[in-house]
């Protein structure tokens, strides 16, 4: 079963069309993985491409699930590599990668079509 913060999650929620409908599953002690499909409606400025929030918002969403259902961002930095072309999957992965008290530091990747497409790093508080 997918991790989900609620149905109506903009990165993972189930029942809002609007969002990214974000699949992630545990891959590990403090790590998921899965992908969300790149819709028109993502389209950047780069036409055909998605938006770099958008991109950044599933990063995030990655994290946020990795670190745990009560995380949430308290920062976060992307690196963008490339493009997610409408159309396609954006997979990501992303773990934990040290635990303070209630605050977690964790990173990301994203990739299309087997290119990496951006990376991230955050701090989340649970």
Same mark, same amino acid.
């Given at each position: 079963?997918?991790?989900?913060?609620?149905?109506?999650?903009?990165?993972?929620?189930?029942?809002?069309?609007?969002?990214?409908?974000?699949?992630?599953?545990? +891959?590990?002690?403090?790590?998921?993985?899965?992908?969300?499909?790149?819709?028109?409606?993502?389209?950047?400025?780069?036409?055909?491409? +998605?938006?770099?929030?958008?991109?950044?918002?599933?990063?995030?969403?990655?994290?946020?699930?990795?670190?745990?259902?009560?995380?949430?961002?308290?920062?976060?930095?992307?690196?963008?590599?490339?493009?997610?072309?409408?159309?396609?999957?954006?997979?990501?992965?992303?773990?934990?990668?040290?635990?303070?008290?209630?605050?977690?530091?964790?990173?990301?990747?994203?990739?299309?079509?087997?290119?990496?497409? +951006?990376? +991230?790093?955050?701090?989340?508080?649970?």
């Amino acid at each position: 079963m997918p991790l989900v913060h609620h149905e109506l999650c903009f990165g993972c929620g189930r029942t809002n069309l609007f969002g990214l409908l974000l699949e992630v599953d545990e +891959a590990g002690p403090d790590s998921v993985a899965g992908r969300c499909f790149v819709k028109q409606d993502h389209q950047g400025p780069n036409r055909g491409n +998605a938006h770099e929030g958008v991109v950044g918002a599933a990063l995030c969403e990655a994290m946020a699930l990795a670190c745990g259902l009560e995380a949430r961002a308290e920062s976060f930095e992307v690196s963008l590599d490339g493009h997610a072309p409408v159309g396609a999957f954006l997979a990501l992965e992303a773990r934990v990668e040290r635990r303070d008290g209630p605050i977690a530091y964790a990173s990301a990747t994203a990739s299309a079509d087997r290119r990496m497409v +951006a990376k +991230a790093k955050g701090r989340f508080r649970s």
